[in-house]
């Protein structure tokens, strides 16, 4: 759903799974959130969104 949002509204959306990439993914993905595993985890010009809330 975020991903889908954030595309049409004209973002480019760089997605990575990370239940099925690498661990570097979600080392990444957990460095970003601070530990939280809650998904998605956006980063939004340099902001970065835990969760999504319909907002794209």
Same mark, same amino acid.
């Given at each position: 759903?975020? +991903?889908e949002?954030?595309?049409? @509204?004209?973002? /480019?959306? !760089?997605? +990575?799974?990370?239940?099925?990439? @690498?661990?570097? /993914?979600? !080392?990444?993905?957990?460095?970003?959130?601070?530990?939280?595993?809650?998904?998605?985890?956006?980063?939004?010009?340099?902001?970065?969104?835990?969760?999504?809330?319909?907002?794209?």
């Amino acid at each position: 759903m975020a +991903r889908e949002a954030y595309a049409a @509204s004209g973002r /480019t959306v !760089d997605y +990575r799974d990370v239940a099925q990439g @690498s661990p570097d /993914t979600l !080392d990444a993905m957990l460095t970003l959130s601070g530990g939280n595993r809650k998904i998605p985890v956006i980063v939004d010009e340099g902001r970065v969104i835990i969760g999504f809330q319909g907002r794209g």
